[in-house]
């Protein structure tokens, strides 16, 4: 069974800065893109990075120019950059997986995700 697992997350002070890592394991015909969701308390989850199977990137209005999204040199590995984290920066962070089956399908997947604490 298709596996999609975060990790890197952890407790930072403001202005701190964190690596998260997403690993997809499993039988997946073709991955088209992937992205970082993250939710904190009372709020919905939220896009924060996307990144498309071509390399092209997107981002939040409240992480452009300190999050940078990208795909690892391992197959199905994708990480997040997180620099100058501010408190509203909290929560669990997300890996999604935007995949195709062999009849050109769409199959998404999620991870469990990962916990980001800024706080002083």
């Known amino acids: 069974q298709v596996q999609v697992v975060e990790s890197g997350g952890g407790s930072v002070q403001p202005g701190g800065s964190l690596r998260l890592s997403c690993s997809v394991s499993?039988?997946?015909?073709?991955?088209?893109?992937m992205a970082w969701y993250r939710q904190s308390p009372g709020k919905e989850r939220e896009l924060v990075a996307s990144?498309?199977?071509?390399?092209?990137?997107n981002y939040a209005d409240s992480v452009k120019g300190r999050f940078t999204i990208s795909r690892g040199s391992a197959v199905n590995t994708m990480y997040l950059q997180m620099n100058s984290l501010k408190p509203e920066d909290a929560g669990v962070y997300y890996c999604y997986v935007d995949s195709r089956g062999s009849g050109w399908e769409p199959i998404n997947y999620w991870g469990k995700g990962t916990p980001v604490t800024v706080s002083s």
């Open positions: 499993g039988t997946i015909f073709s991955i088209n893109g």
């Open positions: 990144i498309t199977g071509g390399g092209s990137t």
